[in-house]
């Protein structure tokens, strides 16, 4: 079932204006704007004043979608309720597989059957052709405009020719955002888009597009690239660059040149991070009374399983737990099959060597997210040490480690129950909740990068 999204006021819906209007239009929105309420009046409305979030989405889906008329929201790249469904749509339209997923497939006849529209609107308007697929109901971060209202702004790279860059604008409130006088607190649209080419060259215009005097993100849902003059453009005046690096394409190549970004001074936030915080604090409560504490000196086996396919989340967790212990990671294997082994080996301060094991675990529905943590096990060779910790899923749970012996090395069992507020649209509206540098990522994701570099060396 789709979740539905929330109720939403529309004070104006998407519409194209040029570049060097992008300010007045917004501006001409709260000074006309008509929401006729239950009784006939016009509730108050005031824009928000909170930050302002800059969207990079790298890839077409949406606009395809909206251009055929499947998708009735501003182009905004998250993969929402009303994303999901008209991806269905399109797929039941085409005689495909009704994923909820877009395939390769699928964005092949998206694009074709989109190049027919704009080929039988080259006699028209096609400005007008363009805005007539928008809507008046919005998709764009539904979990981070209904908590946080602000301004965000899409910036869309398409494919094909380049012909400059097309700005619409467009405000919505949600009905339960409203300040204690009774007005609603809307949010403001801002969508470019173009040619990846097209968007750089407009990129010295954007930082006038920020609210002034408040924070501002950049949710760049890609891999970062320093080399990239956008994304340099606009980490220099960004308060927190986001990432999720659970979408990367070469995961731990891509981590280690997350971590040179950070080394630089870019302030990165990782969503996958945010994930793995409950795994983390149920670590540190097993050793959180004073009998235990002794013991995570006598850790030296480490076992985590994860959903075979990305193990950033589990390279992330061994990265945090090395940092805090001061281990020192002096060798890295992996082994590739049905079951993605890595073996890492530390060195503690006191000279100890502790063996931790990644196991990715292949499943039959990884679900949206991957790389999920499923385990994991931290246990001693020393067999009067009481340090034997299993922390589990709801869904995978141990039961491959219980196979393999690791109940009984184990003395204290605990299960993260967290694991519903996962997608990105959720945590991006706890991540705009803080900026600037995040030290124990970054001093966590240091030990990650050392790890990794390991295996050229």
């Known amino acids: 079932m789709i979740a539905q999204a929330p ?34 009046t016009l509730p ?31 182009i905004d790249g998250i993969l929402g309720p009303q994303t999901i469904g008209a991806v269905r749509d399109a797929q039941k339209a085409f005689g495909l597989a009704r994923t909820g997923k877009a395939t390769q497939e699928m964005i092949t006849r998206l694009r074709e059957e989109a190049a ?50 097309q700005a619409q604008v467009s405000a919505y409130c949600p009905i339960q955002k409203q300040s204690s006088g009774g007005a609603l607190v809307c949010c403001e649209y801002i969508t470019l888009s173009g040619t990846a080419a097209a968007l750089e060259r407009i990129g010295g215009m954007l930082p006038a597009l920020l609210i002034g005097g408040l924070p501002k993100f950049l949710w760049w849902k890609a ?20 990432v999720d690096s659970c979408n990367f394409n070469d995961a731990e ?8 970004l950070a080394e630089s001074g870019v302030p990165i936030a990782d969503l996958n991070w945010r994930r793995i915080s409950a795994w983390q604090e149920l670590t540190a409560q097993a050793f959180d009374p004073p009998q235990r504490r002794a013991a995570l000196t006598e850790i030296d086996r480490v076992a985590i399983d994860y959903e075979k396919g990305n193990p950033n989340q589990a390279l992330l ?3 945090w ?38 196991a990715g675990v292949p499943l039959g529905d990884v679900g949206d997210i991957s790389g999920d943590l499923i385990a994991l096990r931290l246990s001693s060779t020393n067999p009067q040490a009481d340090c034997g910790t299993m922390i589990c899923s709801e869904t995978g749970g141990c039961m491959r480690m219980e196979t393999q012996g ?16 996962q997608k990105a649209e959720s945590l991006m509206s706890e991540q705009v909740q803080r900026w600037g540098q995040e030290v124990l990522f970054e001093e966590s994701l240091a030990i990650t990068a050392k790890i990794l570099k390991l295996a050229n060396s």
């Open 321 to 358: 737990l090395g940092s805090r212990l001061n281990w020192r990671p002096v060798s890295y294997k992996k082994e590739n099959g049905d079951y993605v082994i890595s073996r890492i080996t530390f060195v503690a301060p006191d000279q100890r060597q502790i063996e931790a094991e990644l």
């Open 253 to 260: 190549t891509d981590l280690v040149n997350l971590q040179s």
């Open 317 to 319: 967790y061994l990265g």
């Open 7 to 40: 109720t939403i006021y529309s004070l104006q819906a998407p519409k194209d204006v040029s570049l060097n209007d992008i300010q007045a239009e917004l501006n001409n929105i709260w000074q006309s704007y008509g929401i006729a309420g239950a009784d006939g």
């Open 116 to 165: 027919k529209v704009h080929h039988g609107a080259a006699g028209g308007n096609e400005s007008e052709s363009a805005s007539n697929n928008y809507a008046a109901t919005p998709n764009i971060a539904d979990e981070i405009a209904s908590r946080n209202p602000c301004r965000i702004i899409a910036l869309l790279p398409i494919a094909g020719e380049d012909k400059g860059v």
């Open 223 to 242: 891999t970062p690239d320093k080399g990239n003059a956008l994304f340099k453009r606009l980490s220099a005046i960004c308060n927190n660059v986001i």
């Open 406 to 421: 690791g109940a009984q090395s184990s003395g204290l069992f605990q299960h993260v129950t967290s694991l519903s507020e």
């Open 44 to 74: 108050a409305a005031t824009r928000a004043a909170t930050f302002t979030l800059v969207v990079y989405e790298p890839e077409e889906t949406q606009y395809l979608l909206a251009t055929l008329g499947f998708y009735k929201g501003p």
